[in-house]
């Protein structure tokens, strides 16, 4: 009694002790106020990075692939870009290996030399050898330049298959010192990557040296392309190889083939004569790439290989161009014949590009063998099919619907040999390019000036009787662009004319996915609706008839002013292999743009706010969300130590929540306090007499207990 009486009654010290937390929780809060700042001043650098990647994301399926004029590059964070890494960390390569493929006389074509070694299972290595060598080439002298795919005997999981792009850089010349009289070699690059015009250019430059030098030339050649930098999409970059510069930029998608050639740079001898140096292959030494920047000066390259242009490729069918544009956006399948690889390959892949931005998912082979693992698949559904097409010209049914593909998957072959005719004569789309001169003129000997020495092939008269022609039943949708075609009559430059087509075609297609474009948007969760203690919300499924109605809904014309035809070519799209990869990109797309979005607010989150109040639970489900953010971080991202930092704090914050939380759950603000002590020393009283009543569910019962008196 003495003790209460003194003022230090139990209230009072209740008061006292609840005035001391308060003073402690400010203390903290202050202490904790400043070390965020701190830590906002040290990733304020990382979080505009995440701003700036949030933006890139959101803009890169309105940069054109194909252009590398466009200045699309973005900084050098690693951080927020993990589609420059595979799964395990390793970086990207450029390349695989170089190989050596040499025709003997008794086995015909083998795999000589490889560097690194490659050890190819015996399928892999018929099919690179017989892709390496020209059909039906035995009178024809020169080099040619071309690419192909090569498909791996091993399958992925979701049966698809692997493939490998090979570019050709393949010599044939009268060498007496062989039994048959002529030497038939090629250089070949293996690369996983569809670079196209760099790889062709790169074979441009290391073809002819190796025929100089040997295999000493690729081992240096190989390690060029291995100093060259980490490889990463969106990025422009000057690539030394063998005394050049090649300057590349690297589109921001992979799938497409990627056709633009180089600019070339080639290193300037002498310190101010300002003239360039000899070419390579006249140079009794092999060029070495040591040298300084400053010395490095343009180079005007003459080359026989332009970048794969559209008009080169199908001169003869300029007013077929939109129907050739509907069959690979539609994924119809295409057998190419050409008189030779070049032509063949470059006319494939300008097909592949006509419907870029998009990516065609078909089987698409620039250059195709009889002896390929794969012929018997295709020649099987020829087998199956009807008759053969007999021209363009012929009509179809009245409403433009086409499905008579036989079976056959959306594929694009390109081919040499005319035995194609006769095994593959019943697809149902014939394109046949090139004539007998055009044959004979695909061998040039390149960076030299001999003469061609070449006879006429006749087989080719069979192939092609010098005539150029499709044949297909399909009726098209589209008519063709009556100014376009003014443009190339009037015009006499086939670069010019080439650069009309390439942007028409690209603005047509970005035109026809406009209202899929818009319908997706919708799809789309608002981004007010991310929140830390909930995972990324979930895109809406695509249906295909709800978008169909809302373009038949709208009086806007996309690229048909028939509506109806206009309906019916979405409705055919909606159906196709490359709808199908379109949405799962953009889904994917979508993901990782609100995943990105989910870390930003987790890093920029104000845990101790978000946390006030919330129960257990919240903060249990939170922290888990943060852990499994930062084991991302630390094993599939190459995330700077300051982001890994703040997610550390982050959940060594939650966790200090949890336990203080955890402990005023089981004991109520007596059990930690002395006050309970002091209490349980005072004598009761009537006015600390207690009263529990209980209740059961079959009758009231009340209970009275009343603390006894001393």
């Known amino acids: ?307 794969i242009d559209i008009y080169g490729c199908f001169k003869s069918f300029t007013t077929k161009l939109w129907m050739l544009w509907e069959l690979v956006l539609l994924g119809h399948p295409l057998l190419v014949i050409s008189p030779n690889p070049p032509m063949c390959s470059d006319s494939v892949l300008a097909l592949v590009s006509l419907i870029s931005p998009l990516h065609y998912c078909g089987d698409y082979r620039p250059y195709f063998t009889i002896h390929d693992t794969d012929f018997h698949k295709y020649t099987s559904f020829s087998h199956l099919s009807g008759t053969r097409p007999d021209d363009s010209n012929n009509s179809n049914n009245d409403d433009g619907e086409y499905n008579n593909n036989n079976g056959i998957p959306p594929s694009i072959l390109g081919v040499t040999n005319p035995f194609f005719l006769k095994a593959l004569g019943n697809w149902p789309n014939i394109l046949t390019i090139g004539t007998t001169q055009q044959r004979l003129g695909g061998f040039k000997k390149i960076k030299s000036s001999l003469p061609n020495i070449m006879s006429k092939d006749l087989l080719s008269r069979h192939v092609l009787d010098n005539k150029e022609k499709i044949l297909s039943e399909y009726k098209p949708f589209i008519s063709p662009d009556k100014s376009v075609l003014k443009k190339i009559t009037e015009s006499a430059d086939d670069d010019v004319i080439n650069e009309v087509l390439r942007t028409h075609f690209l603005q047509l297609t970005q035109k026809f996915l406009i209202p899929l474009e818009r319908y997706f948007s919708s799809l789309l969760p608002l981004a007010k609706t991310i929140s830390i203690f909930q995972r990324p919300p979930r895109l809406k499924p695509f249906i295909k008839e709800e978008c169909l109605n809302k373009i038949m809904e709208t009086d806007e014309r996309f690229i048909i002013d028939n509506k109806s035809k206009e309906i019916e070519l979405y409705k055919q799209f909606l159906d196709c292999v490359n709808f199908k990869q379109w949405l799962d990109d953009k889904r994917a797309q979508a993901i990782k743009h609100l995943n990105i979005l989910y870390r930003k607010a987790i890093l920029e989150a104000d845990i101790h706010t978000l946390l006030r109040g919330k129960p257990i639970s919240t903060a249990t489900d939170l922290l888990k969300r943060v852990e499994d953010q930062l084991i991302l971080e630390e094993n599939l991202f190459q995330t700077s130590k300051e982001i890994k930092d703040k997610f550390k704090s982050h959940i060594e914050i939650i966790r200090q929540y949890k336990n203080n939380n955890s402990d005023n759950s089981n004991n109520n603000i007596f059990s930690t306090s002395p006050v309970k002590s002091l209490l349980t020393q005072l004598p009761t009283t009537s006015s600390f007499s207690s009263t529990t009543t209980t209740t059961t569910t079959s009758s009231t019962i009340t209970t009275k207990t009343t603390t006894t008196t001393k």
Not at 26 to 52: A, G, S, T
Request: charged share 20%.
């Open 1 to 307: 009694m003495n003790s209460i009486i003194g003022g230090t009654d139990p209230l009072s010290m209740i008061f006292k002790e609840e005035e001391i937390k308060k003073q402690q929780l400010l203390l903290e809060k202050e202490q904790r106020e400043k070390q965020e700042q701190q830590q906002k001043k040290l990733d304020k650098d990382n979080i505009f990075k995440l701003e700036e990647e949030g933006k890139k994301l959101e803009l890169s399926t309105k940069v054109h692939i194909q252009h590398p004029n466009i200045s699309t590059t973005s900084d050098n964070n690693p951080l927020l870009d993990p589609s420059n890494l595979t799964l395990n960390g390793k970086k990207k390569k450029w390349i695989n290996s170089f190989c050596i493929i040499n025709f003997d006389l008794e086995i015909g074509q083998v795999l000589d030399y490889s560097f690194p070694q490659v050890n190819f299972k015996e399928e892999e290595s018929t099919n690179l050898c017989f892709l390496s060598f020209p059909d039906s080439n035995s009178h024809l002298q020169g080099d040619i330049i071309y690419s192909f795919k090569l498909k791996e005997t091993s399958s992925l999981g979701n049966g698809q298959s692997n493939f490998q792009y090979g570019y050709v850089f393949f010599r044939q010349e009268k060498d007496s010192s062989i039994s048959r009289g002529y030497l038939q070699k090629s250089v070949v690059l293996l690369s996983d990557e569809s670079f196209v015009g760099l790889f062709k250019k790169v074979m441009e430059i290391v073809g002819p040296l190796y025929f100089d030098h040997g295999n000493t030339l690729l081992e240096v050649a190989y390690q060029n392309i291995m100093n060259w930098p980490e490889l990463k999409l969106g990025q422009t970059y000057e690539l030394p190889i063998l005394g050049y510069i090649l300057t590349f930029h690297v589109p921001h998608t992979r799938g497409t083939p990627h056709i633009i050639d180089p600019v070339v740079k080639q290193h300037q001898l002498g310190g101010g004569g300002g003239g360039l140096s000899s070419s390579p292959s006249s140079s009794g030494n092999i060029p070495t790439t040591g040298v300084s920047p400053s010395l490095w000066s343009e180079m005007k390259l003459v080359s026989n290989l332009k970048s």
